[in-house]
């Protein structure tokens, strides 16, 4: 019996996911957790062998919560949902560890299918970006990749809170990071991007639908 993990700041979303996973794929053994803090502590606590996650916790962020499971615990599998654009996040997501990302607008059967796909061991991408990784495959040294796409998995999630408008103490915090360090991982991320400003930053990430 599969134990799954759903981990959302939305009491409907959870329940919606919940009560068709106990009907569609026989899942009985189904936990929620409505922060960050209370999916590691749930971590702690029991086994899982799923994590459904929202990639956005109110407390923090999905790839935080995802680079703790993957170092602490390895043997929990994790799928991603969110509403941000797949093409945007979904690489950075999956370099971090995840098995999966699914967009929430998909469909149930959707869904269904990447949980069963993680719980046997295997990575999940949906067709569209899949054939979009492809099409990356073939052009790795195209000019003109996103600049965004060049960063690390951990200058992408610095680079998200900076464009929201985050400072760099608040988010050596909540990272655990020195201000050092952060202030180190922003000049970069200027450097790559071109950039001369936290302004350039915000511009950018709307102008390409990475924050809403």
Do not use: C
């Amino acid at each position: 019996m599969s134990r799954v993990l759903i981990a959302d700041d939305h009491a409907v979303v959870r329940a919606g996911y919940k009560q068709f996973l106990e009907a569609e794929a026989g899942i009985t053994a189904i936990g929620e957790t409505a922060s960050g803090n209370e999916t590691l502590d749930e971590l702690r606590q029991h086994e899982w062998d799923l994590l459904l996650m929202d990639i956005n916790m109110p407390d923090r962020s999905g790839l935080d919560i995802l680079k703790h499971v993957t170092s602490g615990y390895p043997k929990v599998r994790v799928l991603i949902m969110s509403g941000l654009p797949e093409a945007q996040y979904a690489r950075n997501v999956l370099r971090a560890g995840a098995s999966g990302y699914l967009s929430k607008g998909g469909s149930p059967e959707e869904l269904l299918k990447a949980v069963r796909t993680v719980l046997v061991g295997r990575r999940y991408v949906s067709a569209s970006l899949a054939e979009s990784m492809a099409a990356d495959l073939e052009s790795a040294h195209d000019q003109n990749q996103p600049m965004h796409e060049r960063l690390s998995v951990r200058e992408f999630q610095i680079f998200g809170k900076l464009a929201s408008g985050d400072g760099v103490g608040e988010i050596a915090e909540e990272l655990s990071l020195s201000v050092k360090t952060v202030s180190t991982y922003r000049s970069r991320i200027l450097e790559k991007m071109n950039f001369s400003s936290n302004a350039d930053m915000t511009a950018y990430a709307l102008r390409n639908g990475l924050i809403l």
